[in-house]
């Protein structure tokens, strides 16, 4: 115990700088996925027959087949078997393809919560819309899109907290988060070797993060509560 | 010249045919009512009127300017049916307000919204949009809810929204205003605070159709009565003719279920 407690500096700090990574492969992802998910959304809601079974079958592709093998597609595929390097080496590249592969993973599931979402609000809304003479845009931006957000936060709270664990899985590619910080230790990093601590102790962190997330997404919730 | 004329319109969904050969006229300032059993065609007749559903047959006239012909699809371009829908307004049965905003918005938005398309917008933006607010204001207490313009939908009861419903289908001036049984969706109670706020805009010269199944209602409050059946405008011609001596046999014993009701 003495000697934990003399480790948890040097733990800590090496723990924050791979949740750090965590933190912006969290928020890349959201900030893609938020968006491209509805573009899929749309896509396999599409009257244009083509474009909705496309759609429909990539969306089938990326959410039957585990996120940990896209990532070692993603990174391996182009420079092993195409010869074309595209991630370059290094920390960057390696964050490059856990992005690439992490926004498109997840925008499949939003754009199945967007769908089941959009289609959830009534044709009644549209309608009315329509016969006061508003355009399509304006109808999804005004009246459609604030009931689906306020119909979509309870599965979108579920896959934003699966998401901060999931990126604990960009490890397969070495991206250096924190439970590839955690691990280090066990190797021997920063003068610490044989200590499996830290690794367990990485749970905290998720654990908090995770703590914050859902009181925050509770108050939207609250917040959207003044419409039924 | 008649505001409306509706010359031969015909609709089929799938192999049912619900219009079959429609012709009607409307004049300026007066109140049509449509009745007869669920099924007879009644709502698809308004909602092809509001460019809901885009009729197989037939020519829609309003002021004699053509706005639909099945056989030009000139006509029929999704940009060009958006300005012409404002020539009619629809009420529907179950309000379908928008739940996210309170009364005076929902007046307000379609208004706004096309306001920000006038080429002078920019410009006198404070202006005309102090005047939208005025003008939703005023409905509202045309309506009886001066006292409910900053509640939300779910905080007002079914005839107040239906009210709040009428209120903002009156804001974009329509040259006719369509109601699919408009108290269908509520208690008696509720009902007659609806009736009366139409009622008023009959008095107004407000011109209007009115599908019903409010038969005492439908006879005070209309002009002219149209009794459809299986598609078919069965029979029409003014109130008390269709009311007291129903030619057809159909209608005949169409209102005698309310007869004896």
């Known amino acids: 115990m003495k000697l934990i407690l003399e480790q948890m500096p040097i733990v800590v700090n090496a723990l924050n700088i791979g949740f750090l990574q965590t933190l912006k492969l969290f928020i890349v992802t959201l900030v893609g996925a938020f968006p491209l998910g509805l573009i899929i959304a749309f896509g396999s809601m599409s009257r244009f027959k083509p474009l909705s079974y496309v759609t429909k079958l990539v969306v089938w ?26 991630w370059g080496g290094g920390e960057t590249g390696r964050f ?9 993973n997840y925008a499949c599931y939003f754009s199945e919560i967007y769908r089941g979402g959009i289609q959830s609000v009534p044709v009644g809304q549209q309608e009315a819309g329509l016969v006061l003479g508003m355009k399509k845009s ?3 931006f005004r009246v459609t899109l604030l009931q689906m957000i306020k119909r979509i936060v309870p599965p979108m709270s579920n896959e934003i907290i699966t998401l901060v664990k999931d990126t604990s899985l960009s490890r397969i ?24 601590w830290p690794l367990f102790f990485t749970a905290v962190y998720y654990l908090i993060f995770n703590g914050i997330l859902t009181l925050l997404l509770g108050r939207l919730e609250k917040k959207l509560d003044y419409f039924r | 010249m008649p505001i409306l004329e509706v010359n031969n319109i015909c609709k089929t969904f799938g192999h049912t045919q619900v219009l079959r050969h429609i012709n009607l006229s409307l004049e300026k300032g007066q109140a049509l009512s449509i009745i007869g059993s669920s099924g007879s065609g009644k709502t698809t007749l308004l909602r092809c009127l509001n ?24 006509t029929q371009s999704e940009a060009a049916i958006r300005r012409k829908r404002l020539r009619f307004g629809l009420v529907f049965q179950s309000f379908h307000l928008f739940p996210q905003y309170t009364a005076l918005e ?8 096309l306001a920000a398309e006038q080429p002078d917008f920019k410009a006198r933006k404070r202006e005309i949009l102090e005047e939208i607010e005025a003008q939703a204001n005023l409905l509202l207490s045309q309506m009886g809810l001066s006292n409910r313009a900053s509640n939300y939908p779910h905080q007002l009861s079914g005839g107040q929204c239906q009210r709040v419903a009428i209120a903002r289908a009156l804001a974009l001036h329509p040259d006719i205003l369509c109601f699919d ?6 208690d008696p109670e509720l009902t007659g605070e609806v009736l009366r706020v139409i009622r008023d805009l009959a008095k107004q010269n407000t011109t209007m159709i009115i599908v019903t199944h409010e038969m005492t209602f439908a006879r005070d409050v209309a002009d002219h009565v149209i009794f459809m059946d299986e598609g078919v405008i069965v ?9 007291e001596h129903p030619e057809e046999e159909r209608t005949k014993q169409f209102l005698s279920h309310y007869k004896q009701g």
């Open chain 1, 173 to 196: 590619i070495a991206l250096q988060e924190v439970i590839w910080a955690g691990q280090s230790f066990m190797k021997g990093s920063h003068g610490i070797s044989g200590a499996i």
């Open chain 2, 51 to 74: 460019f809901l559903e885009r009729p197989d047959q037939g020519v829609i006239r309003v002021n004699g300017e053509t706005l639909f012909d099945a056989d030009d699809p000139s």
């Open chain 1, 96 to 104: 490059l393809a856990a992005s690439t592969a992490f926004i498109f």
């Open chain 1, 61 to 86: 592709v990326v959410r039957g087949t585990p996120l940990m093998i896209q990532l070692l597609i993603i990174y391996y595929f182009p420079g092993l078997i195409l010869n074309n390097p595209i």
């Open chain 2, 235 to 243: 029979e029409q011609g003014d109130p008390a003719q269709v009311f």
């Open chain 2, 181 to 186: 049984e408009p108290t269908s969706a509520l």
């Open chain 1, 138 to 140: 304006q109808i999804f």
């Open chain 2, 106 to 113: 929902n007046v307000m938005l379609a208004r706004k919204l």
